[in-house]
């Protein structure tokens, strides 16, 4: 059975791979279908969109790889942890909607 914190590592590694796994996919193999809401022929610049909202999962991805390493090697930290990978996660959030903004027609 796993330990809380080994579940908290895991949910996060779990959640790194989908993040980085789709911000690679539509950022370098141009798997534009993965990017939801968006109908890419009203947009001004669609390669320059995907780009960007592939290279923010990447990003997201690689911050949630570095939550659960310090997770997993600094469990006494999981107080500060919540709150600073939730603060991360927002910024990231707010920085991919403010970048979205330019490319919209």
Known sequence: MLTPQ?????ALLLAAVVLWVLGYRIRFRREWHLIGLFDL???KNPEGFARWVG????LL??????AA????MRPDLNSVLGPAYTSAVLASTAALVLGVARYIA
């Open 6 to 10: 080994l579940q908290l590592v895991a």
């Open 41 to 43: 022929r009203r947009l």
């Open 55 to 58: 290279g923010v999962g990447l």
């Open 61 to 66: 991805g690689s911050i949630t790889f570095a």
């Open 69 to 72: 390493a310090l997770a997993y």
